[in-house]
């Protein structure tokens, strides 16, 4: 099983994006979910969790300009970001949120730059 993110792109420090992240899978209800990043040369880092009841956490660097939110309904999991740095410029998955991830996709590219 995999998760597809989607929605990235260029845009100026204090901008904003929302990225998208889908699957087929038919559980998705249940799932425990997050959004990471990964920069050249460092590890992938989860930034931001949403548990199957909605709860969300979030790394110290983002808390207050990131929310994940997520549709059962469409399979869908969100990243909206908001006033956007240029440290935030990665490129962004989406995978389980737990002891076990499924294959990372593709990832979408995030570049923040004036």
């Known amino acids: 099983a995999q998760l597809v993110a989607s929605g990235g792109g260029l845009v100026q420090p204090g901008g904003s994006l929302r990225l998208s992240c889908t699957t087929s899978?038919?559980?998705?209800?249940?799932?425990?979910l997050g959004w990471y990043r990964q920069t050249p040369g460092n590890e992938r880092e989860l930034v931001a969790g949403?548990?199957?009841?909605?709860?969300?956490k979030y790394a110290d660097s983002v808390k207050g300009r990131f929310t994940i939110s997520r549709d059962n309904a469409k399979a869908t999991v969100y990243l909206q970001m908001s006033n956007l740095k240029p440290e935030d410029t990665a490129v962004y998955y989406c995978n389980l949120d737990g002891p076990l991830r499924w294959s990372w996709g593709q990832g979408t590219q995030v570049t923040v730059s004036s």
């Open positions: 949403i548990n199957n009841g909605g709860g969300a």
């Open positions: 899978v038919r559980s998705f209800s249940v799932l425990h």
